[in-house]
């Protein structure tokens, strides 16, 4: 059996206010729902108008991690359902994202040098965050402070074939950011680091890719 | 064509509910609709897609949020300024 | 001067959702003006319903752009109007909350979607409101009701707060009984906001002139032909004559690509509504949903007890358009047919400064006369949507007692021209 792993992986960006409204990031300690305006809420007839540094914070990343920016990317709508999704879908780059093609070097197993490609970095926001009651109750509480968070989604090649190795990319992707000043550690706790595995453990002619990402209906234009 | 089958296909897409007896209405309804756009086939594609567009920025400048009752005031229940609903799992 | 306006109309016809009897209103150039404003308008404090159950009660934290420009100059907000569900119709007949009647007529419609904006200023319970387009749906009321309504160019006006169902295609614009209103109302709305990423920075700031010597006008073949009432030719053809005989000249022109405008239209506006729709689950407003069921089974329920049937047939028919299999067949058809058109006309204004012609092949009908293929409507409306560009719509004569609307259309961005050809015309046969 073989481990093969490509990584998803979402980065909160640290910009001081979401992705289309004014709205302040800065909401840690704050109550729920107190860091929300009629765009983050998906109020019938608001609109979304696009954070000018969460861009240059994606370019920066691309740059960094010698990336082939396209001349057109295009914000589009992936459109499903989720009490969490406010306006029912989620602006995304992921059709036509800002970068492609890049490389970060990290070391494998045997300490040799080792390039794991960068398939793509987009842009998209976050939803809100459900709270889930135990116990009797049969309902979600929702807050909508994350709604609209800028993040920026890093797409590996399945390069990785250790969990070892997984991690040294993560760590070396985190100090890039860091350096970058795109990315504030600090503000982790909940929500500043998401990584998801799409790793695919081979055996034989098997494979399997999980966990399985969101349904997604279709896109059509954002505006 | 769009079957009765489609249609109910459709609506589970659309998280719109229909009950049995609108299934024939809206299947016939629709398929009368799409004949109608039949026109469209004979549109020529032409290869460029001039979006006409251009790049719109808003500065990373913090303005104010709602208030919180603002927020939670048209939602059908809330609590502990959460607001409620069904869930998910 | 600052007060409040004491205003309780006399609604024969059902053009009010909700009318406010005390209405604020301040200094500006609208000082104290009573203004309606169409139901899918956002208003800070004033229901806003879009004519549909499933925002029944809801409250915006906010008003639209356009609102508060009306506001900062004076305007009364005296109430919200009447409209197809959603905007989604051409007789107002869809809404949750009874039709609206015709004032010239009650036993016709008024037009749609904005019929009750354009009953309300034709029954003269104000002398302006705000209506919207995506398909015609300010000029057909307009024409129905024999008031001027003006569709400005996209991008002229900010849709901040305007609960578009089809945003790539909808505008809000003035309705008004005379053109200088109309031209009065669109100056005080086009001041930009970069909070709609499509507006342009180009306010209208414009007298209407009744100069129209050096005039080129473009007469569409395609709509005076099949499927428009003779009489209705007739009395467009003789108010082209008045702009003629004013020193205009006219020249015949074809816009062939106009014949794929309803179905481009109808498949746009559905595909965006599928999306646009979406978001109406009674979890942050409107009804509530019943937060003890399983997710999807409590959104179809609030959504089918709360939707009508001609907002989900649309969103069935959107879903489909813009699902994998029929995308290619259908959306990208209709954009591909949306550049064709947009093309054609900036061909003929090559030619040409305006195109006039009417604005709707039929004068106002009884509710069910015409169910046209599936409420398509705005064959001669449409076009102006697709392309972008700002179409008028004022009065000029009558067939059978019932008024027929001279459509003027003109380069994007150059609304003050159709003001001025239709002021032209309205001066004339007014004196």
């Known amino acids: 059996m073989k481990t093969i792993i490509g990584l998803e992986v979402h980065v909160q960006l640290a910009t001081a206010t979401k992705l289309f409204c004014g709205c302040s990031t800065d909401y840690q300690d704050d109550n729920p729902n107190t860091h929300c305006c009629p765009t983050c809420l998906g109020l019938p007839g608001a609109l979304p108008c696009l954070n000018k540094r969460a861009v240059e914070y994606g370019l920066r990343v691309a740059k960094a991690l010698d990336m082939k920016v396209l001349e057109e990317s295009e914000f589009a709508r992936k459109n499903y359902f989720y009490p969490d999704l406010v306006k029912a879908y989620q602006i995304t780059q992921d059709d036509r994202p800002l970068a492609v093609e890049g490389t970060i070097e990290i070391e494998d197993d045997q300490g040799h040098e080792k390039i794991v490609r960068i398939t793509r970095v987009h842009l998209e926001e976050d939803p809100g965050r459900l709270v889930h009651v135990a116990g009797a109750s049969k309902y979600s509480l929702v807050d909508y402070n994350r709604s609209g968070i800028p993040l920026l989604e890093i797409v590996t090649e399945p390069d990785m074939r250790s969990p070892q190795e997984a991690r040294r990319f993560l760590n070396k992707l985190r100090t890039i950011l860091e350096y970058l000043e795109v990315f504030d550690g600090d503000r982790e706790g909940v929500c500043g680091w998401m990584q998801t595995y799409r790793s695919k453990v081979q055996s034989g002619s098997r494979s399997r890719t999980y966990p399985p990402t969101r349904a997604s209906r279709r896109p059509s234009p954002s505006r | ?89 | 001067m600052a007060g409040i306006l004491d205003f309780s109309p006399d609604d024969r016809c059902n053009a009010f959702i909700t009318a406010c009897t005390g209405a604020a209103f301040g200094d500006g150039a609208l000082a104290g003006i009573a203004v309606a404003i169409n139901d899918n308008i956002s208003t800070a404090g004033i229901q806003t319903t879009c004519a549909s159950r499933i925002l029944e009660g809801y409250i915006p934290p906010y008003d639209a752009h356009a609102v508060e420009l009306l506001k900062q100059e004076g305007a009364a907000i005296v109430g919200k109007t009447n409209m197809d569900e959603f905007g989604m119709g051409s007789t107002t007949g869809t809404s949750a909350f009874g039709p609206t009647r015709n004032p010239i007529d009650p036993e016709r419609v008024p037009g749609g979607s904005s019929g009750g904006s354009a009953a309300a200023v034709a029954a003269g319970l104000v002398p302006m409101a705000l209506g919207t387009d995506a398909d015609g749906s300010i000029r057909c009321p307009a024409a129905f009701c024999g008031i001027v309504g003006l569709k400005p160019t996209y991008g002229r006006v900010s849709r901040y707060g305007l609960i578009a169902h089809a945003g790539s295609l909808e505008q809000i614009g003035p309705m008004a009984r005379t053109v200088e209103d109309v031209s009065r109302l669109i100056s005080v709305i086009t001041r930009y906001d970069p909070r709609d990423s499509m507006m342009l920075d180009q306010p209208y700031s414009h007298r209407p002139s009744a100069d129209v010597s050096d005039l080129k006008i473009g007469i569409p073949t395609e709509y005076f032909g099949e499927g428009v009432d003779v009489r209705i030719a007739t009395t467009v053809r003789d108010a082209i004559d008045v702009l003629e005989g004013l020193g205009a000249e006219t020249t015949p022109v074809s816009i062939p690509s106009v014949r794929y405008a309803p179905a481009a239209c109808c498949v746009i506006c559905a595909s965006e509504v599928s999306s646009n729709l979406a978001r109406f689950d009674g979890v942050r407003y409107g009804p509530a949903v019943d937060t003890r069921k399983p997710w999807h089974e409590a959104y179809r329920e609030v959504r089918q007890a709360n939707l009508g049937p001609e907002a989900r047939l649309r969103i069935m028919l959107g879903t489909l358009t813009l699902s994998a299999g029929y995308a290619g067949k259908y959306y990208a058809k209709a954009l591909a047919a949306r550049q064709r058109i947009t093309r054609d006309f900036e061909r003929v204004f090559c030619d040409v400064d305006v195109i006039a012609g009417p604005t709707t092949p039929t004068v106002a009908f009884r509710p069910g006369e015409k169910v046209s293929p599936l409420s398509i409507a705005g064959t001669l409306t449409a076009p102006a949507n697709l392309a972008g560009i700002p179409a008028i719509s004022v009065p000029c004569g009558d067939v059978d007692g019932l008024p027929v609307g001279l459509q003027v259309m003109g380069r994007r961005f150059e609304d003050e021209r159709v003001i001025d050809v239709a002021y032209a015309y309205e001066q004339e046969v007014r004196s």
């Open chain 2, 1 to 89: 064509m769009i079957t009765e089958k489609d249609i109910e296909h459709i609506a589970g897409l659309a998280d719109i509910g229909i009950s049995n007896d609108e299934v024939p209405e809206f299947t016939h309804q629709l398929n009368a609709i799409l004949e109608y756009l039949g026109i469209l086939d004979t549109v020529e594609d032409e290869s460029t897609p001039a979006s006409g567009t251009a790049n719109v920025f808003r500065e990373d400048e913090p303005r104010p949020s709602l208030p919180q009752e603002a927020v939670l005031a048209n939602a059908g229940s809330t609590e502990d300024g959460f607001i409620k609903a069904p869930r998910v799992m």
